[in-house]
Nanobody
Framework: QVQLVESGGGLVQAGDSLRLSCAASGGTFSSYAMGWFRQAPGREREFVAAIRWNTAYADSVKGRFTISRDNTKNMIYLQMNSLKAEDTAVYYC??????????????WGQGIQVTVSS
């Protein structure tokens, strides 16, 4: 069983940057693909980015967001630059065996709010 805890969310202005962190415990961290998802009010949860040895990004965040991981600390990060109002959502950290694809994640964090004011 893998436990995931997100941190680093908050309220920022459009154009600002924010870094989310996710602490993982309970599994062999390096064996997992790790991902970030988000869910805005009234919308379905959507893929943002994922990483294992390679990375994958949603088109809506390419060039603005960067996902990274530190296997020595069992942490992943999401550096979000040039934030827009439409990035406002609850952001979730997730883990799965295998490749960093945008689906079939087995473990989820509780989520953390990111609000971007325009």
């Amino acid at each position: 069983q893998v436990q995931l805890v997100e941190s680093g969310g908050g309220l920022v202005q459009a154009g600002d940057s924010l870094r989310l962190s996710c602490a993982a415990s309970g599994g062999t961290f390096s064996s997992y693909a790790m991902g970030w998802f988000r869910q805005a009010p009234g919308r379905e949860r959507e893929f943002v980015a994922a990483i294992r040895w390679n990375t994958a990004y949603a088109d809506s965040v390419k060039g603005r967001f960067t996902i990274s991981r530190d296997n020595t600390k069992n942490m992943i990060y999401l550096q979000m630059n040039s934030l827009k109002a439409e990035d406002t959502a609850v952001y979730y950290c997730a883990a799965k065996w295998g490749n960093p694809v945008p689906y079939d994640y087995d473990y989820w964090g509780q989520g953390i709010q990111v609000t971007v004011s325009s």
